[in-house]
Antibody
Framework: QVQLVESGGGVVQPGRSLRLSCAAS????????MHWVRQAPGKGLEWVAV????????YYADSVKGRFTISRDNSKNTLYLQMHSLRAEDTAVYYC??????????????????????WGLGTLVTVSS | QSALTQPASVSGSPGQSITISCTGT?????????VSWYQQHPGKAPKLMIY???NRPSGVSNRFSGSKSGNTASLTISGLQAEDEADYYC???????????FGGGTKLTVL
């Protein structure tokens, strides 16, 4: 069965860095686009980033652009989120999610269908001094 | 403030039908059919209920249906059951730089 298991969360001071991992199993990881979605405590969902099945395309929410980097290692069936210059507003549960839809590249830019059919249980990141 | 607007709460009695609205703009669901709906129970990960406006993933009850008219998408749940009580989020592709936007979520209470 499909499993996504996030790890790497914890308490970190503002301005510091943290790397999250998401271990995938039960499906052909290298065939799927993967996303990170976060949820601040008591708040709604916020999309963070997407990476194409082969890692060649990556896109970010405006709120994390330039600070976060999404990557993947298809040989290890693992997705990553490297987070730098962390802020208090980055405090959230971070979920990795699988998408059965590829990123659509058009002349006008990328289209990212928000179909997330499997989610992990999430890992909590707390940014606090 | 979320990019998509949902009511904060809706309620209904068992057996009834309810509809949750999700209002966007011409930059997102008003133009594109990349609209999905997620159900989230407390302390759990979200679950995909509807994708591409009106399609149900395998395993999702046919009591859940989606539609869209103009800049507003809707999720309808018929034959309400106690286990439907949860938070529901809409989401859409947006042509504005951030690419994916969520609604603020709607808490469904089954009376």
């Amino acid at each position: 069965q499909v499993q996504l298991v996030e790890s790497g969360g914890g308490v970190v001071q503002p301005g510091r860095s943290l790397r999250l991992s998401c271990a995938a199993s039960g499906f052909t990881f290298s065939s799927y686009a993967m996303h990170w979605v976060r949820q601040a405590p008591g708040k709604g969902l916020e999309w963070v980033a997407v990476i194409s099945y082969d890692g060649s395309d990556r896109y970010y929410a405006d709120s994390v652009k330039g600070r976060f980097t999404i990557s993947r290692d298809n040989s290890k069936n693992t997705l990553y989120l490297q987070m730098h210059s962390l802020r208090a507003e980055d405090t959230a549960v971070y979920y990795c999610a699988r998408s059965p839809r590829h990123i659509i590249i058009t002349l006008g830019g990328a289209i990212v269908p928000p179909n997330f059919d499997y989610w992990g249980l999430g890992t909590l990141v707390t940014v606090s001094s | 403030q979320s990019a998509l607007t949902q009511p904060a709460s809706v309620s209904g009695s068992p057996g009834q039908s309810i509809t949750i609205s999700c209002t966007g703009t011409s930059s997102d669901l008003g133009t594109y059919n990349y609209v999905s709906w997620y159900q989230q129970h407390p302390g759990k990960a979200p679950k995909l209920m509807i994708y591409d406006v009106s399609n149900r993933p395998s395993g999702v009850s046919n009591r859940f249906s989606g539609s869209k008219s103009g800049n507003t998408a809707s999720l309808t749940i018929s034959g309400l059951q106690a286990e439907d009580e949860a938070d529901y989020y809409c989401t859409s592709y947006t042509s504005i730089s951030t690419l994916v936007v969520f609604g603020g979520g709607t808490k469904l209470t089954v009376l």
